[in-house]
Structures are given as C-alpha cells and as structure tokens.
C-alpha cells in the first residue's frame, strides 16, 4: 500500500495564478481532509470530506476549493493564488471520524510558495 | 476557547538520555487525545490515541500519559536515540456533534550523539 500521496511535492506560483493539489489514498478510507502548516502555528484544517461527493469547511476554508469525485482522491484548489497561502499543505485520510478515535494517516506534503 | 499548549517549544538532549514533552488543552468536551511524530520534511505518524478512560499507553520507547481531570497530557521518550529528532505534536479532538480537531504547535526535539 502506497497509503495517502500528494501531488506535487513543490510549487511555486505567482499572484492570481491557479493550481490543484491532488491527493490519493489506497486504504479505502471514507474520511479525507486538507491541511496547511505554517511556522508556529498547529495545523489547520482548510476542508474535509467524509464520503465521495461530500465536502465541508473547516477552520480556514477562504480561498480554497475542493472536490471529491472519487472516494480515493481528494482534490485542493486555489483560483486565485494570494502570498498569504505560501505553506506546506498536508493531506490525510481516516476510516471514519478521528472523535471516535480512528485513526488519522498523513500523506508528505506539498509546498508551495506564492510570489 | 478550545486550545492546546505544548512545552517547551523545543529541546536539546544528548542520545540516550530520557525526556518529558508536556501538552495542556482546554478542551471539552474532550474525546481523544494524540501524540504524533513529524521528521522534517514528512507529514505527522501516529505515534498514540488515548480515549478519556486511558491514563496510559505506550508504543516502543513512547509512552503517553493522560490525566483527563487537569487536562493534561505528556509524551515520555526513554533510551533517545538521532532518530527521535523531529517535532512532536500533541492533538485533542471533541467529542461534539460536528468535526474537530485542535492541534498544538509541537516541541521541537534535537538529540545528538
């Protein structure tokens, strides 16, 4: 099992630029999320999905979109690329929801820089 | 305001030595608590998940304590080895109806030989 990858592994963009992040897991998990991680700062949650076709907002959803139109991949998108969103997003995948204690896999991170 | 606090920010032991990496959350209602590895460069591992009802787990040279009552939490690294160097994380889900998961900010830790 390859578990939860993410493509690519760097990018950098321009301002007003467009990209997605795409990110697969083989472990036929029902829950998949977007994070980003920026120094000295916990990971925050952009959106989350908890089954195929199914998405919702988390902690910092604003300029981001997603998809999810297959069960094994979870799709991140920017419109329009703002320096403000220069992190490393991490994408991860549980069985079910982490409030039952399931649990969470990682996959190794994008980073991306905003010019 | 639901947070989790992590002290101290980072720490530098020599291999072999033990070491305590203490977490604090505000939490509640509280349902489990995490400890996760990540070397840099990497995303998180598991590292444990502690229900309320468990004060204790351990996993190799990792062990975890919970005291629900304080809210309190620390990760317990016997034998350090290089290996160990990363950031360690400590993360607290709700126990509410909608999705959360609050994430501290980590202790970096650097052993050397």
């Known amino acids: 099992n390859a578990g939860v990858t993410q493509t690519p592994k760097f990018r950098v963009l321009k301002t007003g630029q467009s990209m997605t992040l795409l990110c697969a897991q083989d472990?036929?998990?029902?829950?998949m999320y977007w994070y980003r991680q920026d120094p000295g700062m916990g990971l925050r949650l952009i959106h989350y999905?908890?089954?195929?076709?199914?998405?919702a907002k988390g902690e910092v959803p604003d300029g981001y979109n997603v998809s999810r139109l297959k069960k094994q991949n979870f799709l991140l998108g920017l419109e329009s690329a703002a320096p403000s969103q220069t992190s490393v997003y991490f994408c991860?995948?549980?069985?079910?929801?982490?409030?039952?204690?399931?649990?969470?896999?990682f996959g190794p991170g994008t980073r991306l820089t905003v010019t | 305001k639901n947070q989790v606090e992590q002290s101290p920010q980072s720490l530098i032991i020599l291999e072999g030595k033990n070491c305590t990496l203490q977490?604090?959350?505000?939490?509640?209602?509280?349902?489990?608590l995490r400890w996760y590895k990540q070397d840099t460069g990497r995303g998180p591992v598991s590292l444990t998940i502690?229900?309320?009802?468990?004060n204790t787990k351990s996993n190799g040279r990792y062990t975890a304590t919970l005291d629900a009552d304080t809210k309190q939490s620390s990760l317990h690294i016997t034998a350090s080895q290089l290996s160990d160097s990363a950031s360690y994380i400590c993360?607290?889900?709700?126990?509410?109806?909608?999705?959360?998961?609050?994430f501290g900010t980590g202790t970096r830790l650097k052993v050397l030989a």
């Open positions: 991860a995948s549980s069985y079910s929801t982490v409030a039952l204690a399931y649990e969470q896999y």
């Open positions: 472990m036929n998990h029902e829950y």
């Open positions: 999905s908890v089954g195929e076709g199914t998405t």
């Open positions: 977490c604090n959350y505000t939490v509640s209602p509280f349902s489990n």
């Open positions: 502690m229900t309320f009802s468990e």
């Open positions: 993360v607290v889900s709700e126990a509410s109806g909608t999705y959360k998961y609050i």
